[in-house]
């Protein structure tokens, strides 16, 4: 692809995610909210994974399919945000507790769609954004190093 053909494509993908995670984002709400829970999340994405989705070839439709999909493991995302988030200085952290890990992943075993937790700007924050950051289809991937739940769909 040359440069032109990147940026075309970048920018219709850009609008394909913006309306298709507006549809994902109020499925979850909804899931949220059937769930009884008052902690709600809904899904953001990075330029850095629509970069992925054009270099890995990744058929957007797939990573919309999984997403759609996280709609009825809300529970499972729930419990894991609602782990303590890791001091950031080490001499806070207590070996007792278990902190929310870095990163989750949500797969169907072959593709993989990574994303990290927004920063809360107050302690009792009940509205989280999770941003997706990775994309990558691997059906022989094993776990990483990485402080990561994964959630199968």
């Given at each position: 692809m040359s440069n032109a053909e990147i940026h075309i494509r970048r920018t219709k993908l850009r609008r394909i995610f913006s309306t298709e995670f507006d549809k994902i984002n109020l499925s979850l709400k909804q899931a949220c909210k059937a769930a009884g829970s008052d902690i709600t999340f809904h899904i953001k994405y990075s330029s850095h994974l629509l970069d992925r989705a054009i270099q890995r070839e990744i058929d957007e439709e797939y990573v919309f399919d999984l997403f759609r999909r996280l709609s009825g493991k809300v529970s499972e995302v729930i419990k894991f945000l609602e782990l303590p988030e890791y001091p950031e200085i080490d001499e806070q952290i207590d070996p007792n507790k278990v902190y929310r890990p870095l990163r989750l992943e949500l797969t169907d075993g072959n593709l993989w769609l990574g994303m990290t937790v927004n920063k809360n700007?107050?302690?009792?924050?009940?509205?989280?954004?999770?941003?997706c950051r990775m994309a990558f289809v691997n059906n022989k991937r094993i776990k990483g190093k990485i402080s990561t739940q994964e959630i199968y769909v």
């Open positions: 700007t107050h302690d009792n924050c009940k509205n989280f954004g999770l941003r």
